[in-house]
C-alpha cells in the first residue's frame, strides 16, 4: 500500500510568514509523530498523535509550532512568524501505535526560510 | 535533494568489508531500539530493531548489539556494500511512552 507522503516537499518562505506542512499517514495507523532535522543533525521530535489520546506536545520549540490531526488521518503542522532557525527538513512518522513497532516515515518537507 | 550527515562522525570501509556503527544511548529506562537508515533526500527507513529483554537480534546481513549495562547499542553490517552508504541513526524509546529519541547518527562511505 501506499507509505506516509508529505506536501509539499519544498517550501520557501520570508521570514515572518505563516506556513503550513501536510502529513497523509498510513491507512490505519493511529501513531502519527512529527519530527525537525536540522542539516546536519540527527532528528528532534515535536509532537506525538495517538488514537484520541491528548498529543504529546512536549517537542514544540515555541507557541509558534502548533499540530492538528483530524481522526487517525492528516495532520498539519504550522510554524507562524517563520524565523531563519526554522529553516530544516520537517518529518512525518506513522505507526501501528502498539509499544514495540517501527514508525514509517515519510520523505519529509525542506523549508527555507529566507 | 538536502544533503544529510555534513557534519556528522564518518565512518568509511572497504566494500566486502564489515562495517559497525555504534551508538550510546541516554536514558536506562529505554525499552526499545531501533537502527535507521537514512539516505540523502529521504526519510529515515527501518533497518533492524531489539527489545531491552534482548542482547542481539540479527536480520538479513545486519545485527544489533544490545548493553544495558554501558547503555550501548551497535549495528554490524556484514559484507558493505555501496547501496549501504547512507547516515544511520538509532532511535531508543523511553518506557511507558511512545516518545522516540535518535541519536545523531554516523555517516557510512562504502569505498571500491
Known amino acids: 500500500g501506499a507509505g506516509v507522503s508529505q506536501s509539499p516537499s519544498n517550501k520557501v518562505t520570508e521570514k515572518g510568514k505563516d506556513v503550513e506542512l501536510r502529513c497523509d499517514p498510513i491507512s490505519g495507523h493511529t501513531a502519527l509523530y512529527w519530527y525537525r532535522q536540522r542539516l546536519g543533525q540527527g532528528l528532534e521530535f515535536l509532537i506525538y498523535f495517538q488514537g484520541n489520546s491528548a498529543p504529546d506536545k512536549s517537542g514544540l520549540p515555541s507557541d509558534r509550532f502548533s499540530a492538528e490531526r483530524t481522526g487517525e488521518s492528516v495532520s498539519t503542522l504550522t510554524i507562524q512568524r517563520t524565523q531563519q532557525e526554522d529553516s530544516a527538513v520537517y518529518l512525518c512518522?506513522?505507526?501501528?501505535?502498539?509499544?514495540?513497532?517501527?514508525?514509517?516515515f515519510g520523505p519529509g518537507t525542506r523549508l527555507t526560510v529566507l | 535533494g538536502e544533503s544529510v550527515g555534513l557534519h556528522l562522525p564518518t565512518l568509511s570501509v572497504q566494500e566486502g568489508d564489515n562495517s559497525i556503527i555504534n551508538c550510546a544511548y541516554s536514558n536506562s529506562a529505554s525499552d526499545y531500539f531501533i537502527w535507521y537508515k537514512q539516505e540523502s533526500g529521504k526519510g529515515p527507513q527501518f533497518i533492524i530493531d531489539?527489545?531491552?529483554?534482548?542482547d542481539k537480534r540479527q536480520g538479513q546481513r545486519v545485527t544489533v548489539l544490545l548493553n544495558k549495562t554501558v547503555k550501548h547499542l551497535s549495528l554490524q553490517i556484514a559484507a558493505t556494500q555501496p547501496g549501504d552508504s547512507a547516515v544511520y541513526f538509532c532511535?531508543?524509546?523511553?518506557?511507558?511512552?511512545?516518545?522516540?529519541?535518535f541519536g545523531t547518527g554516523t555517516r557510512l562511505k562504502v569505498l571500491a
Open positions: 531489539i527489545r531491552s529483554n534482548m
Open positions: 532511535a531508543e524509546k523511553v518506557a511507558g511512552t511512545y516518545k522516540y529519541i
Open positions: 512518522a506513522s505507526g501501528s501505535g502498539l509499544a514495540y513497532n517501527e514508525q514509517f
